[in-house]
């Protein structure tokens, strides 16, 4: 039996700071009363994405809400909360989303950031990012390597905005960063 690495998804429990690997993807955080709460917000592709990230809130005792766009696409939004107060001042420069000084990717933001936009790509792994906002690409590129996971950064016609991840021993790198598959996600969605 292998035990589990000491930057895995289960090596300590979950915190509201895990919930950034869903702004490494296209995740919002928007503050509310001069920093006294804040709340996430985030519109994915597939059902069980929106019922992963209400789990993986609710583990970290935040009340969240499952709710679909008017184009017919699941979000999620938590309430406002001072809990989300950290992560909203890490995460935003005035009213624009970026990457914090000296970000370390860990495997709880590495699974909620492959929950929210993550997928298999031939024998790599891609892990979608914001289209607006260009300016945290690099800085998550340089993140990811800090974990130990190389990345290529790929534009809208390489199938981005997106960081794949190739090679077996990097893939088998992150599969066991963010542990187990999700119940619900089909296998084309997670690393393996």
Wanted: hydrophobic share 45%.
């Amino acid at each position: 039996m292998r035990q589990p690495s000491l930057f895995s998804e289960q090596a300590r429990a979950p915190l509201p700071a895990d919930l950034a690997g869903v702004l490494c993807a296209h995740g919002q955080v928007l503050g509310f009363g001069r920093g006294v709460a804040a709340r996430l917000s985030v519109v994915v592709g597939e059902p069980w994405r929106v019922a992963e990230l209400a789990r993986a809130c609710a583990l970290r005792d935040l009340a969240a809400e499952r709710g679909t766009t008017e184009e017919g696409h699941p979000v999620l939004r938590t309430a406002f909360v001072s809990e989300l107060v950290p992560l909203a001042t890490a995460w935003t420069r005035g009213a624009v989303k970026s990457v914090p000084a000296g970000l370390a990717l860990d495997g709880a933001m590495l699974r909620l950031w492959a929950v929210a936009a993550g997928q298999r790509h031939g024998r790599g792994y891609l892990l979608g990012l914001d289209p607006h906002a260009p300016g945290m690409h690099e800085p998550l590129v340089r993140a990811l390597a800090g974990a130990g996971l190389a990345s290529i950064l790929l534009g809208p016609r390489g199938g981005g905005p997106a960081l794949r991840i190739t090679g077996r021993r990097r893939v088998a790198r992150l599969a066991e960063l963010v542990g187990e598959t999700p119940a619900d996600a089909p296998v084309e969605c997670w690393p393996g």
